[in-house]
């Protein structure tokens, strides 16, 4: 799991508030049943649907990461272990190539999340006034069937935001270009194999 997502004690603390001890399901392959239509809106609904939403762990976690080492830093141990003669220059190119990717990378989280909180606003949008108000204020007091399709609803919206989230591809491969290029730039595998740019084994 990457550094940036959600902690599984938050997940973990929601499903037993929604599901009690037995909070696991019987099985991978249950599915909550189908909510119907969206309901009208209504300023009590949209309270109790931003409630709700600050309850959610994901919804309303604050996204700052966990502390790590700073580009820079990482940076500076990386110059001090190649110990080969390379310009200030191709240093800084190299951390604004991790703040780049850093950057991008936080963004396709942020979108990733924004779909998560649209689907659970969605599923909020379509259940009774009762069911909504007892989801945003006491959701140990909804009754079995109810909890466990929540918490089925819960996993399956978790799951998909945990794959949709892992950086993809073309983050990777964007990287990967930069840092080849910035290696090309300053002819860095002449001095080193071990370089971005190097051919392709065959």
Not at 114 to 126: A, H, N, P, S, V
Not at 159 to 182: G, K, T, W
Not at 188 to 194: E, F, Q
Request: charged share 25%; hydrophobic share 40%.
């Amino acid at each position: 799991m990457s550094r940036h997502n959600l902690p599984a004690l938050l997940v973990l603390s929601l499903l037993l508030s929604l599901a009690g001890c037995n909070a696991l399901p019987r099985s991978t392959t249950d599915q909550a049943p189908p909510l119907g239509p969206v309901l009208p809106d209504s300023e009590a609904r949209n309270a109790w649907i931003a409630q709700a939403l600050a309850l959610d762990p994901l919804a309303s976690q604050n996204r700052q990461p966990p502390p790590r080492q700073s580009n820079a830093q990482i940076v500076a141990k990386l110059r001090q272990k190649r110990d080969i003669q390379l310009p200030d220059a191709y240093w800084s190119q190299w951390q604004r190539n991790l703040d780049v990717f850093d950057a991008d990378t936080a963004r396709h989280k942020e979108t990733q999340r924004g779909l998560y909180i649209d689907t659970l606003t969605d599923q909020l949008k379509r259940v009774d006034d009762l069911t909504l108000q007892r989801l945003a204020n006491a959701p140990d007091t909804l009754d079995a069937a109810t909890r466990e399709a929540w918490k089925l609803r819960l996993i399956e919206r978790y799951s998909r935001y945990i794959i949709d989230s892992e950086v993809n591809r073309d983050i990777i491969d964007a990287h990967l270009r930069r840092m080849a290029l910035m290696d090309r730039q300053y002819g860095v595998c002449a001095l080193d194999s071990d370089c971005w740019d190097r051919a392709p084994k065959p």
